[in-house]
């Protein structure tokens, strides 16, 4: 019989390894997961210099994560949606039209959080 903790750890190794796997994926089949992870990647070092305290520095870096989180989110339901077909449905469009829109939310939210603290470190 295996132990629990065994079969957990085998369990968190299986998922690591799912994970790198889409990661993989991402990079390979889709160019806005590439873009918005190379931008992520360039701004880390802004992101470090901008923020001028830890909850600043989290603040940057977890926005440019929320966008790259959601593109695989939307990655994802968009290829659920072709995988079901091919043949427009108002229902499939819909879909992928709600998960291009929380991308540029979340790219929003990079804007705006980049923005006030650029802003309070500069006239603050």
């Known amino acids: 019989m295996v132990k629990p903790v065994t079969r957990n750890v085998r369990r968190l190794v299986h998922a690591t390894r799912y994970s790198f796997t889409g990661l993989r994926a991402a990079w390979r089949n889709e160019e806005a997961f590439r873009l918005e992870s190379l931008l992520g990647a360039a701004l880390l070092p802004c992101a470090l210099w901008l923020g001028e305290n830890a909850v600043q520095r989290a603040l940057l870096i977890g926005s440019c994560l929320v966008v790259v989180i959601t593109e695989l989110l939307n990655s994802?339901?968009?290829?659920?949606?072709?995988?079901?077909?091919?043949?427009?449905?108002?229902?499939?469009?819909?879909?992928?039209?709600?998960?291009?829109?929380?991308?540029?939310?979340?790219?929003?939210?990079?804007?705006?959080?980049?923005?006030?603290?650029?802003?309070?470190?500069?006239?603050?």
């Not at 039209?97 to 980049?114: C, R």
């Open 76 to 124: 994802a339901v968009e290829s659920i949606v072709d995988r079901i077909g091919a043949e427009r449905h108002e229902l499939s469009g819909r879909a992928k039209d709600l998960g291009s829109a929380a991308v540029f939310i979340s790219l929003a939210l990079v804007v705006i959080v980049w923005t006030l603290i650029a802003w309070d470190r500069f006239t603050g």
